[in-house]
């Protein structure tokens, strides 16, 4: 069962992992989640409820590689990083409405969150890069009615607009993680500057 505490220090860990473990990538990851769930006396069944998301909402077999396997699967067939799956589905386990959905606290978390990687485009942040973007895609792609509630309809347009920005391989010019163009625009569009 996923309680508001447990939804809340997932979601913690899922928005800013690197707050809780050094580097994140898979094994890393694995091991929290794991170790987490574990320190809950197995109460938190984050884990078995990932596995079930997968098997019945994108017909992703579970095997002997366990729910990370599973992850990496789908990321191989989509081309994408294993931790920005795992994001992207950790969040849309978070957000369910089997699950209760998200307070209006942790609603405000993911909008704070999605406002400071706007605000990072185009500034001179060492995080600005393909990390950024990985990012972008995990927290943008939520289709739920309550996210687009937290923003205006500019607002929720210039994040689409990121986003496919993003995924078109147009956000960054040169070798340098410089911001094209109609990333910038976006930006502007966003913050209404």
């Known amino acids: 069962m996923l309680t508001n505490r447990y939804k809340l220090n997932l979601l913690n860990f899922i928005l800013r992992p690197r707050m809780f473990i050094k580097v994140a990538d898979?094994?890393?990851i694995v091991s929290f989640i794991e170790g987490y769930e574990f320190g809950q006396n197995l109460e938190c069944?984050?884990?078995?409820?990932?596995?079930?998301?997968?098997?019945?909402?994108?017909?992703?077999?579970?095997?002997?590689?366990?729910?990370?396997?599973?992850?990496?699967?789908?990321?191989?067939?989509k081309s994408i990083s294993w931790v920005t799956t795992f994001r992207q589905f950790g969040l849309e386990i978070l957000t369910s409405d089997e699950n209760g959905g998200l307070t209006e606290e942790m609603q405000e978390l993911i909008k704070m969150r999605i406002q400071n990687?706007?605000?990072?485009?185009?500034?001179?942040?060492p995080w600005f890069k393909e990390e950024?973007?990985?990012?972008?895609?995990?927290?943008?792609?939520i289709k739920s009615t309550w996210f687009k509630n937290l923003w205006n309809k500019w607002e929720y347009a210039a994040l689409?607009?990121?986003?496919r920005v993003i995924k078109q391989g147009q956000a960054f010019e040169g070798l340098f993680f410089k911001p094209t163009k109609a990333l910038l625009d976006l930006k502007t569009k966003f913050t209404g500057d």
């Open 132 to 141: 950024w973007a990985n990012e972008c895609i995990a927290l943008f792609a």
């Open 117 to 125: 990687l706007i605000k990072n485009i185009g500034c001179e942040n």
């Open 160 to 163: 689409k607009s990121i986003l």
């Open 45 to 77: 069944d984050f884990t078995e409820q990932l596995k079930k998301h997968l098997i019945n909402n994108f017909k992703i077999t579970y095997s002997n590689d366990g729910w990370p396997g599973q992850i990496t699967r789908y990321s191989k067939k």
């Open 26 to 28: 898979e094994n890393s």
